[in-house]
Nanobody, 115 residues
């Protein structure tokens, strides 16, 4: 069973940047798409960014401009670059991978934006 491991979360001041990483135990070529979601306390999990197998990126309108998803196939890793972070970006960020077997989720990494 594939495993996804996120890293890179932490405490950052408003206006700062972070890069999250998600490393897969299997080749990321096997996934139809991979993405990042986030869940803030008391809120539903929401899509932040998605990257297809053909490296087409999708961002919800609310996420455009400050988030960039990318991948390193040799490292089986997907990244999420986050810039100009705001307190409302505070959440647990989850890596997601989708293939013909369904969805796989990582354990999540906490991002806290606070001064």
């Amino acid at each position: 069973q594939v495993r996804l491991v996120e890293s890179g979360g932490g405490l950052v001041q408003p206006g700062g940047s972070l890069r999250l990483s998600c490393t897969s135990s299997e080749s990321i070529f096997s996934f139809i798409y991979m993405g990042w979601y986030r869940q803030a306390p008391g809120k539903q999990r929401e899509l932040v960014a998605r990257l297809t197998k053909l490296e087409r990126a999708l961002y919800p309108d609310s996420m455009k401009g400050r988030f960039t998803i990318s991948r390193d196939n040799a490292k089986n890793t997907v990244y999420l670059e986050m810039g100009n972070l705001k307190p409302e970006d505070t959440a647990v960020y989850y890596c997601n991978a989708y293939d013909t077997s369904g969805n796989t989720w990582g354990q999540g990494t906490q991002v806290t934006v606070s001064s």
